[in-house]
Every structure is written in C-alpha cells, then in structure tokens.
C-alpha cells in the first residue's frame, strides 16, 4: 500500500522542482500560457524526466510543447455520419450551398491545444513515435532534427484529434511488419511501397481538415487531402514525410499541395500522396509554380515581421523550399514607391484572373527590392502589405523563360499600337476543339436513335457555313462535342429551305466549366462572343427542340473565339496599369477588325470590349510583338 504513495510523492517533487523550467525560460512562457492545463503539460515533461534513458524523449517532448501556441482543432456541430454524407452528396448537388447550411458546416468549434491537449495523448504520440523511428531499417540515417519535423508531431493541420498512430498501426500492420523485416530498404523506397496501398482519391470538394479515420472512410477531397492522408500513414510508420505546396498556380485559380519524403542524405524528393510516388512525374514537381513552402510544425515564420504587415500566408508556419525546384530565378528591381516601404519587407502578387494574388516575399535596400528564387514565365507585382490592404512598391514585371525580368512601366513613351483582325493564331486559338463533332438529328429527347446530319472534318473559321446536300427533317438537333473539347462553340444557327431561322427550346449537357456561366444555350443566344464550356473534358452536347418536326437545310457555326479579335461596330477601351491600378487611356469604336491607340511602349495593358461587355485578356510588347499573357 505504500508504493503508490512513493510515485505520487515522487511525481509531484519532479513538477515542484527539477521539472520546473526556469523563470522567464520559453519553456516556462508556454506553461503559463497553458493555465488551467498547464498540469498536463507538466505531467509529459515529469514522465521523461524520470528515467535518465528518456532523455531524447524528453526533448522531443519538449518540442513538441515549446511549439504547442497557435495549435488546435476544428470541431463541427454536425456528425461525423453528416460530414461523410456531405461529401457523397457534393458532386450531385445542384445547390452546394443549401448541402453545407443543411449539414452545419460553416461555423467550427475552435478548440487550441494548449488548453485541451491531454498528457496521456501526448506521451502515447511521443512512445508511438519513437517505437516507429527507431524499428525501421533507416531510422539510424534519421537525424533527431527531421525526426522532430517530419514524424513527432501529433497533428497535420486543424484536424480533431485522435489516436491516429494506433490505428495507422493497425490498418497498415502488415506492410509495417514487411517494412521491419527488409534491413536493406530505405525511407524513400518505404513511401513507395505504402503509397502504392494507399486508397485512392476521388478529387471531389474539400472540406475542413480531417482526421484520419475521416479521410480513411471518405477518400474524398483535393491535393490537401491527399497529402494530408499520406503525411499520417508515413509519419505513423516512421517514414520522414513532409507537407509540400503552391499558394497559387500561375493559371489556375488555387494553389496545389503535395508530399516529400527526406531520404538518408536529408534530400527531399518529392511525391503525391495517393497517386505517384517518388521520382515520379505529377504536378507538384512538373508544372510551373511561382513560389514553394513546406508546413512545418516547428514555430517559422518565412517573414519576420508584425502582424499588421505580415500576410495571413506567412503568418503560418513554413519554410521557403522553392529553391529545391527548377526554373527558378532571383531578380532585383527598383523601388518606386518609397512612401509605402514602411517595414523593409515586401511581398510579391502574381496575376491570375484579373487580380494580383499574393505569392511570395522580398527583400529591400536602398533603391533595389530583391526576390529570391521566383518561377519564370510569370506575371508579379511588388507590394506592401497592411491589414488587409496591398499597395504596388514598384511596376510590375515579367520573367520570360529564359529569367529574364522585362519591367512594365507606363512611364515609357508612348507607341501607336494597333490591335488586328481575328487570326489563328489570335482569337481563333481554341478553333481546334470542334474537329471531330458532329451535328445529330433525332425524333427523341434521349437521342437513342440519330442520324448525323454533319461532321466537321477541318479546322473552321470564324464563320462557317453548310449546306446540306439532302435537307433533313426531326423534331431535335445537337451538337455533340469530342472528348476533351469541353462542346467548346461559340454560336450554332440553323435555316430551314426558305433561309429562315428556325427557333427551338434549349436542350443540352447541365452545367458548365467552374460554374462560371457558360452555359449550354449560350450556343444559340445569338452573340458570337459568348461560348459554350462544359462542365467537364468528357462528351457534352447542346440543341434545339423544334416541338415539332423541322426540315434543316443549313447549319451556321462559329468557334469559340478567345476575345482578344476586334468586332466592327463593336467599342473598345484600352487600359494600363499604373500607380496602384488600371487607368483609362480611351475608347474608340471598331470600324473594321482593326483598331489603333497610342499608349505607353512598354506598359501592362488590357483590351476591354465595352459592347460585348467582355474583359480582355492582359498584355504587354515582348520582342517587339503583343504578348497576351495567360
């Protein structure tokens, strides 16, 4: 009876002396802020300090602890059933917005770490960690360092937590006895082998961050979850494995995550979790980015600096990894507007759609700002940041392929500018989609017998006329699209043997690409400048119910046309961009397919076609021709 009065007396002269950091320490810092859970995080260190052989499992406790601020969990109010059923439902819904109101979605439970976190939680974490680390024929190549990083942490992002390392050990015990037993393999090949019994995904709409057993269960979601899934199985097998990403594609309106895994050089070599494993192609490691981080769980901040001026995007924790990938540059450009250099830090927005996106960070003397290791082939501004608001710090510029930086500044002298008649190799550059569709007639809705009524056999023109040989008669038409060609056409009208226009309802493919409004009817609205985009790359189609049978003797058809041609009759603006936005520079109205200004040689511009009220792509003079970026 009198020994576990011994160990409690033990324990509590450990948390009451040798255990407790010093005053002021940072250690002590983190304590403090624990309050009422403080005890908890007292209980961890005491359990190491106890046994001189936990000595390494003291520091990694410690660790673990030192960088516990700013951690936690998101908790929703819905089941975890009603999640699951969210993300089955998602692809089919028409009204993605009434699925997550329905299922309370939009509103978690934050919980910090730091307040919740439970010693037996942590100290199983720690034990299941090093039982991993140290069972694996390339734990011994692990430096304590990475291990830290890249196996340690409890936690890959704002997941629930739970006892995700018994149960990878459970779920995946037969490839963790085989991984034991091979003395010869290595981390990266390791990753390899549990990669390839990994579930696929189902790149569908990502929600919060999920546990593992979430993701287990669901296999739903994008990169982030994908690499999310891969971090927990590896890390719980003792495989070094890190959280790789893009803020943001050059084209494509998000970024992109992905995996990497240090091999026994402390060289990281890249991989998708899920899908291709290392020294494998995917997008992460093919495709050209701007800037490339690694989450860390160690308190880093890329940019030190006050929170007012710093980013939400480098307010994390991270690690600037983009000079570990290819096509990379550093750059220095002049300063321009010294007024709102305030801090001695700036950042760097890349364009995508219309707006500048933050991307990177910089550095600033006297008259350069400096970027390390940007993408080439893309767009930037410098700016400033302050709560919340971007400010231009110089002109924008580009970098060609080759690195080298073209400064675009409306300062530079003006240059008659003359915008040409639709080309190949201008407004017609998607022309290609329509080879291979063909037109088909039915007497049913469900097109379950057709008949073609034409094939499109060459590259068309803007206009495109046919006659057909033997006129048809049907109550439908369609055009149906090749794969990959996203049903891409701009306007479809058909005449009966008089040269009337025949008129129908609308019927075609739902949807269309990102929900932007291309919709299948803007084949037959009558205006050459909207177009049909299908939702997806697959077989799509768009057609007329004539509500009765109709004798067709001619199809009109048009390309989808890029919108960068000029109409006649049509009224066009010409912008640039200057100080901190985009100033006028005229209008004019086109009276043919050319038109002519005078702006600045070497300056961003923009073509807006006022009439169609369509925004124009951006463009610049590179090597003395226009240069229509993205």
Not at 2 to 18: N, T, V
Not at 124 to 143: C, E, M, R, T, V
Not at 467 to 476: H, Q
Not at 555 to 579: K, M, Q, V
Request: hydrophobic share 35%; proline share 5%; net charge negative.
């Amino acid at each position: 009876m009198k020994r576990p009065y011994k160990i409690l007396l033990f324990s509590f002269l450990l948390l009451s002396s040798g255990c407790s950091p010093k005053k002021n320490s940072p250690l002590e810092e983190v304590l403090r802020l624990a309050g009422a859970n403080r005890h908890e995080l007292e209980r961890v260190i005491a359990h190491y300090k106890a046994d001189p052989a936990d000595s390494l499992k003291l520091k990694a406790a410690e660790f673990l602890i030192l960088n516990i601020p700013g951690k936690y969990s998101e908790y929703y109010e819905a089941l975890w059933e009603d999640v699951a059923t969210v993300n089955l439902r998602w692809s089919s819904s028409s009204d993605k917005s009434k699925v997550l109101d329905t299922y309370k979605l939009d509103n978690p439970v934050r919980k910090d770490d730091i307040n919740h976190i439970t010693a037996d939680y942590l100290i199983s974490n720690i034990d299941l960690a090093f039982q991993a680390w140290n069972d694996k024929p390339w734990g011994k190549y692990i430096s304590f360092d990475t291990f830290c990083e890249e196996i340690l942490p409890y936690r890959i992002g704002t997941e629930p937590l739970e006892n995700w390392r018994e149960k990878v050990l459970a779920s995946f015990a037969d490839i963790n006895n085989s991984l034991k037993e091979d003395s010869t393999i290595t981390a990266v090949e390791a990753c390899g082998k549990v990669n390839d019994v990994l579930p696929r995904f189902r790149l569908d709409k990502d929600f919060s961050n999920m546990s593992f057993t979430q993701l287990m269960a669901t296999t739903r979601g994008m990169c982030d979850s994908q690499a999310a899934l891969a971090a927990f199985v590896m890390r719980g097998l003792g495989i070094p494995v890190t959280i790789d990403f893009t803020p943001q594609w050059r084209n494509h309106p998000t970024g992109h995550s992905w995996n990497s895994v240090c091999d026994s050089a402390g060289q990281h070599i890249s991989f998708m979790g899920t899908e291709t494993n290392p020294h494998g192609s995917h997008q992460g490691n093919t495709l050209q980015k701007a800037k490339a981080y690694r989450k860390t769980y160690k308190h880093h901040r890329v940019v030190e600096t006050d929170e007012t001026h710093t980013p939400l995007l480098f307010q994390d924790n991270l690690y600037d990894i983009s000079s570990e990938h290819n096509n990379m540059t550093s750059v220095a450009i002049p300063v321009k507007y010294h007024p709102q250099i305030q801090t001695g830090k700036v950042f760097l927005a890349l364009f995508y759609d219309s707006e500048w996106r933050l991307t990177g960070h910089g550095e600033i003397d006297s008259d350069s700002i400096h970027f390390q290791h940007i993408g080439k082939d893309i767009l930037y501004l410098p700016i400033c940041y302050t709560d919340g608001d971007q400010t231009p710090a110089g002109d924008p510029f580009y970098i060609d392929a080759d690195g080298k930086t073209h400064i675009l500044s409306p300062d530079s002298l003006d240059s008659l500018m003359a915008f040409g008649s639709i080309t190949p190799g201008n407004d017609l550059s998607l022309s290609g989609r329509m080879v291979d569709a063909i037109f088909e007639s039915s007497e049913t809705p469900d097109f379950s017998k057709t008949r073609i009524v034409h094939e499109i056999t060459e590259t068309p023109k803007l206009y495109n006329k046919v006659k057909l040989k033997y006129p048809i008669a049907c109550r439908y038409i369609r055009y149906k699209a090749p794969e990959n060609s996203y049903c891409n056409v701009s306007e479809i009208t058909l005449y009966d043997l008089s040269g009337d226009k025949l008129e129908g309802i609308h019927i075609g493919s739902p949807g269309s690409y990102r929900d932007l409004g291309d919709t299948a009817d803007k084949a037959f609205d009558g205006d050459i400048t909207t177009f049909y985009d299908a939702a997806g790359p697959e077989e799509s189609w768009t057609g007329l119910d004539f509500g009765e049978d109709k004798k067709i003797a001619a199809i009109h058809y048009s390309p989808r046309l890029a919108n960068t041609g000029i109409y006649e009759g049509y009224e066009y603006e010409l912008f640039c961009w200057a100080d901190n936005g985009w100033k006028s520079i005229g209008k004019k109205v086109a009276t043919g397919q050319a038109i002519e200004f005078n702006a600045p040689r070497d300056a961003l511009l923009y073509l807006d076609n006022n009439t169609a009220k369509k925004k124009g792509k951006i463009f610049f003079i590179l090597n003395g021709g226009l240069f229509y970026y993205n």
